[in-house]
């Protein structure tokens, strides 16, 4: 099974501040990685897929960068509807997320 | 406009089966790979079990292998997972989720509300 470790597990950060969440993947995945935005009580919402591919109708504040076993979600000039937790998914493989970042407000 | 409605969640008792249901609408269902994703409270999303779009090759997690059963009935654009031998571990909210691309894998870029399954004495 490939394992996804995302970094940090929790991230406090004011509104305006740029952010980066790392995920690395036990072995190489190429580019099929995806990212997920969810808020409490709610269903995920898909960000970005194939590691750097904006999804319809995401802000372009999002972004994602990587190949291989490393990958980043950078978001720029986070704004109050960001504060939420992220999730990374291979699907390179059979499918696996990783642990989860949750953003707080500083 | 993509709609995916889980049902079936409901409290079982450790040991006991449950199937739940996800009725999808908005796009031509047959054409999609679909999935079920579960999250325990206060925990991350765990991957499940994905289904081809002819039903024909399941996939599941190794924590479900062998006791749950993903299927799909393309003419009532109905999902499915039958849960048997339930234990306090399956306690989850259920989400169903539509695969983007269509006739390939890929991630889920529609996800229904979930549906709660407690296992529990």
């Known amino acids: 099974d490939i394992q996804m470790t995302q970094s940090p597990s929790t991230l406090t950060a004011s509104v305006g501040d740029r952010v980066t969440i790392t995920c690395r993947a036990s072995?190489?995945?190429?580019?099929?990685l995806a990212w997920y935005q969810q808020k409490p009580g709610k269903a995920p919402n898909l960000l970005i897929y194939?590691?750097?591919t904006l999804q319809s109708g995401v802000p372009s504040r999002f972004s994602g960068s990587g190949s291989g076993t490393e990958f980043t979600l950078t978001i720029n000039s986070l704004q109050p509807d960001d504060f939420a937790t992220y999730y990374c998914?291979?699907?390179?493989?059979?499918?696996?997320f990783g642990q989860g970042t949750k953003l707080e407000i500083k | 406009e993509v709609q995916l409605v889980e049902s079936g969640g409901n409290l079982v008792k450790p040991g006991g089966s449950l199937r739940l249901s996800c009725e999808a609408s908005?796009?031509?269902?047959?054409?999609?790979?679909m999935s079920w994703v579960r999250q325990a409270p206060g925990k991350g999303l765990e991957w499940v079990s994905t289904i081809s779009l002819s039903g024909g090759t399941p996939y599941y997690a190794d924590s479900v292998k062998g006791r749950f059963t993903i299927s799909r009935d393309n003419s009532i654009n109905k999902l499915f997972l039958q849960m048997n031998s339930l234990s306090v571990e399956d306690t989850a909210v259920y989400f169903c989720a539509k695969i983007a691309v269509a006739g390939s894998r890929g991630p889920a870029d529609y996800w229904g509300q979930g549906t709660l399954v407690l296992v529990s004495s």
């Open positions: 194939k590691a750097s």
């Open positions: 908005g796009f031509t269902f047959d054409t999609y790979a």
């Open positions: 072995e190489s995945i190429g580019s099929r």
């Open positions: 998914q291979q699907y390179s493989s059979l499918y696996n």
